[in-house]
């Protein structure tokens, strides 16, 4: 699952998690999600290229290992640069 920067800083702020060792626990569920740097694809410049990526997300080491290169808010692949949403992607963790 995608865990959007933003929606964890609110958690966080909100005392509904806990974060440690790139662990968030859910205190309500009782559930934890080891967390990954990622990010979700928004948008692309120019319009067009690469548009497939649009609302995907992938892992940083992902975008590395296919040549790509995160700046900030945007993501360069070659000619194209996209705007995406920093965040997590968080799978189950084995407590």
Known sequence: MFIAQSTLETW???GHVEVADQ???LKNHG???HL???????SVVPEGR???LIGKVLTD???QELGGE??????LFGASAFEVEAGYVGTLHDA
């Open 31 to 33: 559930r934890a999600y």
């Open 70 to 75: 995160i700046m900030g808010d945007s993501v």
């Open 50 to 52: 690469g548009a497939e």
């Open 12 to 14: 966080r702020d909100s």
């Open 61 to 63: 080491n992902r975008i």
């Open 23 to 25: 662990v968030v626990t």
């Open 36 to 42: 990954q740097p990622a990010v979700r694809f928004l």
